[in-house]
């Protein structure tokens, strides 16, 4: 599933909810990798790009490969972000 496709000006990729390692659900690009606590950053480019090694996004929070997982359905309704327009990819995950 995804949101929207990322707005940076380099990158095509799509906004996609992530589940970290601690449990929270961010928003990710699948291409460039910014991530976005909040779907409300995306519109203003409130983004945070996580680098190796620590990948973090913010205190006590990292996006390190391996540590996370692509959301679904029920992780975006416990977010509460199920009433946003969720697209289906168009390729298998």
């Known amino acids: 599933m995804w949101l929207v496709e990322c707005p940076s000006f380099w990158d095509q990729g799509l906004i996609r909810p992530l589940v970290t390692e601690g449990g929270e659900v961010v928003l990710m690009c699948d291409s460039c990798t910014a991530v976005w606590r909040t779907p409300a950053g995306i519109e203003e480019f409130d983004h945070v790009e996580p680098a190796a090694p620590d990948w973090s996004i913010g205190p006590d929070t990292h996006v390190r490969p391996g540590t996370t997982r692509w959301a679904g359905p029920a992780d ?15 390729y298998a995950s």
Do not use: H, K
């Not at 972000?81 to 168009?90: A, H, I, K, M």
């Open 76 to 90: 975006v309704t416990s977010a509460g972000w199920g009433d946003l327009q969720w697209r289906e990819l168009p």
